[in-house]
């Protein structure tokens, strides 16, 4: 199975500044057939099911906040909120869908 | 607009087996697929297995062949995931997803709790 690691876990970041996470996986994502990188980016909050944010690395889902962005390739990637609001508290993973089973990171905590 | 609606929590005994429900709405049924997963207290999620609605086609992570059995009922646009011989270990929330090219639709989750 493919292994993704987060980090950290837990951040900690004050209204209005920059929040940084990182996803490494075990295998590259990238597909040589159609160029896209097989990961997606979720935000969990207590009591919810997980909220899509980014999906094929890069691409934000309708309606998430441009303050949102996905990036990587291969087997390094990186969700950054520019600008963190108090609604931004909660949980992110990262995920793989490049091979069976799909498999999640551990989880980034991120606190004011 | 799509909408996937979970049944209740449940609570059960260790060794027994629980069928939790998904019915979804918004969409016509069979052209996407549903997908179970799972989150234990202070775990990661964890990918359990799919069904294809349309022919019945199912495929499980390896971790739960053997103790999950994803149907559906077409008629009824609902999927169902049984565990059988449940054990405190399957204390969970368990979500489905729709499938496709991205999981944007999810469930509200259903919490099973296993105690004696």
């Known amino acids: 199975d493919i292994v993704m690691t987060q980090s950290p876990e837990t951040l900690v970041v004050s209204l209005g500044e920059r929040a940084t996470i990182s996803c490494r996986s075990s295998q590259n994502l990238l597909s040589s057939s159609n160029e896209k990188n097989y990961l997606a980016w979720y935000q969990k909050k207590p009591g919810q099911p997980p909220k899509l944010l980014f999906y094929w690395a890069s691409t934000r889902e309708s309606g998430v906040p441009d303050r949102f962005r996905g990036s990587g390739s291969g087997t390094d990637f990186t969700l950054t909120i520019s600008s963190l609001q108090a609604e931004d508290v909660a949980i992110y993973y990262c995920q793989q869908y490049y091979s069976s089973p799909q498999t999640f990171g551990q989880g980034t905590k991120v606190e004011i | 607009q799509v909408q996937l609606v979970q049944s209740g929590p449940e609570v059960k005994r260790p060794g027994a087996s629980v069928t939790l429900s998904c019915k979804a709405s918004?969409?016509?049924?069979?052209?996407?697929?549903i997908h179970w997963l799972r989150q234990a207290p202070g775990q990661r999620l964890e990918w359990m297995g799919w069904?294809?609605?349309?022919?019945?086609?199912?495929k499980y992570s390896q971790k739960f062949q053997g103790k999950v059995t994803i149907s559906r009922d077409m008629y009824a646009n609902t999927a169902y995931l049984e565990l059988t011989s449940l054990t405190s270990e399957d204390t969970a929330v368990y979500y489905c997803?729709?499938?496709?090219?991205?999981?944007?639709?999810w469930g509200q989750g259903a919490l099973v709790t296993v105690s004696s």
């Open positions: 918004g969409y016509i049924f069979t052209t996407y697929a």
């Open positions: 997803t729709r499938g496709g090219d991205r999981f944007a639709y």
């Open positions: 069904i294809n609605t349309g022919n019945g086609d199912t």
